[in-house]
């Protein structure tokens, strides 16, 4: 079974493919992904890493966690769970302010 990882305060320019190089120097990488603004096309400094399996990716929390990673400390651990986050939008979707009638 796969464990994915959270990795925060990544470089801006960190890669998908430098992060999956430096995971994988402690187990099989199933996935490495950056997140990126939608926007802006740029990196959120936060990104995920998927691991083959819970012994390796325990090793890569161990030995990376608050450890420097191109010009960074970063911060690795367990992800967590998506929370569902209600839907927004539409005619009804009150937030304050004027209101028309």
């Known amino acids: 079974m796969t464990t994915k990882l959270y990795v925060g305060k990544l ?16 187990g099989k990488v199933v996935s490495a992904m950056i997140i990126m603004d939608r926007d ?11 691991m083959e399996d819970e012994a390796s990716a325990q090793s890569a929390i161990n030995a990376l966690n608050e450890k420097e990673f191109e010009g960074r400390t970063i911060v690795v ?7 569902d986050r209600p839907q927004s939008g539409g005619r009804n979707d009150f937030r304050g302010g004027f209101q028309r009638r």
């Open 11 to 26: 470089s801006y320019d960190t890669s998908n493919e430098s992060l999956e190089a430096k995971f994988a120097e402690y």
């Open 40 to 50: 802006t096309n740029r990196s959120k400094g936060f990104g995920f890493v998927e």
């Open 77 to 83: 651990n367990i992800a967590k769970p998506r929370e």
